[in-house]
Each structure stands twice: as C-alpha cells, then as structure tokens.
C-alpha cells in the first residue's frame, strides 16, 4: 500500500526505487543519489552505474532518507 506525502528533495539525497519501472529500467530496491532537481524532476544516479530522469508528477515510488538507503544495502550479518 502506498500513501501520497510530500517531499522536498535536493542535490546530494540519498533515494531508495520502490517499484519497478520497465520504461525507466529500474527495479524495486535501487538505491541511489540525486546529481540534478528542479521543481518537478530529478536525474539519479543509481549504484548499479544507471542514471534515470525521475518525472516527479508522475514517478512517485521512491523514498528519501540515508536511513532508509543504509538498511536496505547493508550486506546480511549473523551474530550468534
């Protein structure tokens, strides 16, 4: 379930794809950092070496936050 919120984004945010998008070739789970914004788009540049123009009256499954891109990237650990 997805829910509207507003955002403010700049150069140098951290984002996290939530959905995949086969016209932007990107999958659910891309994390990457945004090189260019104006007030209605976005160009990341992904981790996987893709740049994408983000349309953000119409792309809109993404999350920002460093918190969010650090858990989602981070390598499985065991403790025991």
Sequence with gaps: V???QKRTV???DAILWKKN???LGLKNGYSGVVTK???SSM????SNGKKADIDLTKQQ???L???VLA???APPRAFF
């Excluded at 160009?43 to 992904?46: E, N």
Aim: aromatic share 12%; hydrophobic share 20%; no cysteine.
């Design 2 to 4: 997805y829910s509207e």
């Design 10 to 12: 700049s150069v140098g």
């Design 21 to 23: 998008d086969k016209s």
């Design 37 to 39: 914004q104006t007030k």
């Design 43 to 46: 160009t990341v540049a992904f």
């Design 61 to 63: 499954h993404w999350d």
């Design 65 to 67: 936050g460093s918190g």
């Design 71 to 73: 858990n989602s990237t």
